[in-house]
């Protein structure tokens, strides 16, 4: 009788994978928490464009006698009469009108003048858009500067530190289990370490995917195309970004994890990891109007995959710069796979205390 042949370590690699997506595929509480996260994107986005489409309140726009008459029957708008331009103009430096319709010698005969965006109904309400002067222009609105920001942040935080938790305790209970010890003796310890990484990273990718799936539909549903149109390249860049990303904390989650042989023992080796997956999300929230400190942030391995999608949202990145931010990125991937390669390799075998990372690093575990 021919013993069984060893897997190669492609097909260890393999296996393992198979085995961390079907643990958490036959999940109940992973299915329905999935379930639970697309749902509430959906209703967010379908209750944010709800709330943009619902009727506004009258504009308030200034006029000087030469205007008047265009817009005698303009929808949706209160005319308040100003004697001539400069007035007009003092009215909506000071607040009192959103916006003041003068005249002009271009095609449409009336120009705009506004202090950071023009109305929308006003301008589309005219026969002939006209021309448009922002006193006070600015780049994008700040709330949806504030909400994309926020949920770029908040889907790679939550994927993150979701499935790398995961990672993290599925290490840590095959050590107190003894169970690595059988994995071991059947595929080598590096093919185990990136089946958890592979099997993990799809399923990460696979969720971060269908969320955008599912926030494109909503937004097309919702008949939100200037938005869609405005985040179509930023989405993808962040799925991109999110893939390799991912990869490099899933890595750092499974080497901070085998350093530990009791589950009550993770906090402390599990915490900096947890610090370098939540910062970002913290920055970009509360700087997505630094531009400073988005460019730092976009070419930083642990926070790219937040800082690039948003400043190409924002128009703020050059075409070249998402492509040497990746190349960083994936570097950083694999120096990072390396060096946990190491640390994993010479610490799951090695129960009792707690492993130091330059012990780790400096001998074998027998």
Do not use: C, H
């Amino acid at each position: 009788m021919s013993e069984p042949t060893t897997p190669s370590v492609p097909q260890a690699t393999g296996m393992v994978a198979e085995r961390e997506i079907l643990a958490q595929v036959r999940s109940r509480s992973f299915l329905v928490s999935t379930g639970v996260l697309l749902l509430v994107v959906l209703v967010s986005i379908v209750v944010g464009g709800f709330m943009s489409g619902r009727d506004q309140p009258d504009t308030t726009v200034a006029v000087v006698p030469q205007t008047a008459a265009a817009l005698a029957a303009v929808p949706g708008v209160e005319v308040v009469d100003a004697p001539d331009e400069q007035a007009a103009r003092v009215l909506v430096a000071d607040g009192d009108v959103a916006a003041a319709v003068l005249p002009d010698d271009g095609p449409a005969g009336v120009r705009v003048v506004a202090q950071r965006s023009a109305p929308d109904g006003l301008v589309a309400a005219l026969r002939v858009e006209p021309e448009v002067e922002l006193l006070q222009p600015q780049d994008s609105s700040e709330g949806v500067r504030y909400l994309v920001s926020f949920g770029f942040g908040i889907v790679f935080m939550m994927s993150a530190i979701g499935f790398g938790s995961t990672i993290a305790q599925s290490t840590v209970q095959e050590k107190q289990t003894r169970i690595v010890e059988i994995l071991l003796s059947a595929v080598p310890a590096r093919s185990l370490l990136a089946g958890k990484i592979l099997g993990n990273s799809a399923l990460a990718l696979g969720q971060t995917a269908a969320i955008a799936a599912v926030a494109v539909v909503g937004l097309v549903v919702t008949g939100q195309d200037d938005l869609l149109g405005l985040l179509g390249a930023p989405v993808v860049w962040f799925v991109v970004f999110f893939a390799v990303g991912f990869v490099l904390l899933a890595a750092v989650f499974a080497a901070s994890a085998s350093l530990v042989s009791r589950i009550e023992d993770t906090g402390p080796v599990l915490t900096p990891v947890m610090m370098l997956t939540m910062i970002p999300y913290f920055l970009v929230v509360f700087f997505n109007d630094n531009q400073t400190v988005l460019t730092v942030m976009s070419y930083v391995p642990f926070s790219a995959p937040v800082g690039m999608p948003v400043r190409l949202f924002l128009g703020e990145a050059a075409w070249w710069e998402p492509l040497v931010s990746l190349a960083v990125l994936a570097a950083s991937a694999v120096a990072v796979i390396v060096l946990a390669a190491r640390v994993y390799e010479r610490s799951l075998l090695r129960t009792g205390p707690r492993v130091r990372l330059a012990e780790a690093l400096r001998t074998r575990g027998d």
